[in-house]
C-alpha cells in the first residue's frame, strides 16, 4: 500500500476518533498512530482543505456537528467482505460495488485522494478454495451456539466420517479457515479445516460455551494451527534466508541473533512443531533445524525420501551432515 493510501487512511480514523468525544489531542493522537505531532498538524489541515470542519477546542480537537459521514446502507455479503475478506473469493462487480459505497461516504477533496491512492496500487487477492455455504453456516452456528453435524476427512483418513461438533469460534491460518470445536465423539477439543468439510447440518440443539475457554489462549504458543506440547526451536540460517525470514518472522514471540558471517540463528518456543518441516523446507539448504533433535530427524528422512524420489546417487552417506561445522547430530 503505498504511502498516500496510508494516510488517506488514518485521515478517516482521525474523523471517527475525534468524533468519538474522547479528547482526542494532538499529543494523543500521535501516540495513537505512531507519529509526529507534526504530522498531526499537517493532517488537521488536509482535512479542512478537505471542508472537514475541525477545530481545536480546548481540551482535543473537535468536529462541527453538522457534519458527519453518510451511513453506509451494506449488504449482508459487503459485511462479511468488510469482516472477513480472506473467507471467499468475492466477484469483481461486488467489490466495485462495495468499494463506491465507501468511496461515496467521503468528502470530495478525499474521494480524489482515494482515487488517485487505488490507481497506484495493486492487490493480487490470495487464491481460496473455501465454500461460501460452509463458511457461513458454520459462522452461524458460532455465533449462536448451535451444534452442527459434519462430514469430515482428516488429513490422514481416506475418506468422510461423520462428525457432531459444538463450535466454538473460527481461525484463520496459513491462507485457510479453521473450525474450533468440542468434538462429540473425542470429548475433547479440536481443530476442523473448513475446505476438507463436505457437508454441514446445523441442528437446533444449543450447548453451552466453556466457562473460561478463549480462542485466542487456545491458539496461543502455536507454529500454526497444530497442536502439540511446547518445545524448543532453533533454526540456523544463512545469511540469504536470515533476510527473508527477519522481514516475516514465522512466529510472534521468536528471537534472531546474527553471527558474524552474516546468518542469523532463529529461536523461539512453540507448540505443533511438526509443521515446520514443511515451512523450513522451502529455503532448501538456507536453512537447518538444530533444536529438537526429533524434528531435526525428520528433515533428514524427508530429504533421504525426495533423493530417493529423484534418484540421488549416495544419497544414504548424507556427507553434507557429516560435514556440517554447526548443530548437534541426529540421534539415532
Not at 463458511?135 to 451444534?147: D, M, P, S, T
Amino acid at each position: 500500500m503505498s504511502a498516500r493510501s496510508h494516510r488517506l487512511a488514518r485521515l478517516v480514523e482521525m474523523i471517527t476518533l475525534v468524533q468519538s468525544g474522547d479528547n482526542w489531542g494532538p499529543k494523543q493522537l500521535a501516540q495513537h498512530f505512531n507519529i509526529s505531532e507534526t504530522r498531526i498538524y499537517q493532517d488537521i489541515k488536509v482535512l479542512g482543505a478537505a471542508g472537514v470542519p475541525i477545530a481545536y477546542g480546548g481540551k482535543g480537537y473537535q468536529i462541527d456537528e453538522s457534519f458527519f459521514l453518510p451511513a453506509l446502507n451494506l449488504t449482508p455479503e459487503e459485511v462479511l467482505m468488510l469482516l472477513f475478506p480472506e473467507h471467499r473469493p468475492h466477484s469483481k462487480a461486488a467489490r466495485d460495488r462495495l468499494r463506491a459505497k465507501l468511496v461515496a461516504c467521503l468528502p470530495p477533496a478525499m474521494r480524489g485522494m482515494l482515487k488517485e491512492s487505488l490507481e497506484r496500487t495493486h492487490i493480487k487477492p490470495e487464491a481460496t478454495t473455501q465454500r461460501d455455504e460452509t463458511f457461513e453456516l458454520i459462522h452461524k452456528a458460532v455465533a449462536g451456539q448451535r451444534r452442527t453435524v459434519i462430514d469430515y476427512r482428516s488429513l490422514e483418513a481416506g475418506d468422510y466420517e461423520e462428525r457432531a461438533i459444538d463450535p466454538l469460534g473460527l481461525a484463520y491460518r496459513n491462507h485457510a479457515w479453521y473450525v474450533i470445536a468440542s468434538c462429540r465423539k473425542s470429548g475433547e477439543i479440536r481443530t476442523f479445516k473448513l475446505n476438507r468439510i463436505r457437508r454441514v447440518s446445523p441442528t437446533e440443539l444449543p450447548f453451552r460455551y466453556p466457562e473460561g475457554f478463549s480462542i485466542k489462549e487456545h491458539l496461543a504458543g502455536r507454529w500454526g494451527i497444530f497442536e502439540g506440547e511446547k518445545e524448543d526451536v532453533i533454526i540456523r540460517f544463512s545469511p540469504l534466508a536470515a533476510r527473508l525470514v527477519q522481514d516475516k518472522p514465522p512466529v510472534k514471540d521468536g528471537s534472531f541473533m546474527e553471527m558474524s558471517d552474516g546468518s542469523a540463528i532463529f529461536r523461539a518456543q512453540v507448540k505443533g512443531v511438526q509443521e515446520i518441516v514443511w515451512w523450513v523446507m522451502k529455503y532448501g539448504d538456507q536453512a537447518e533445524v538444530i533444536q529438537p533433535a526429533h524434528l531435526r530427524r525428520q528433515v533428514i528422512d524427508t530429504i533421504l525420501r525426495m533423493a530417493i524420489l529423484y534418484n540421488v546417487q549416495y544419497a544414504q552417506t548424507l556427507v553434507a551432515e557429516k560435514d556440517a561445522a554447526y548443530g548437534p547430530e541426529a540421534d539415532e
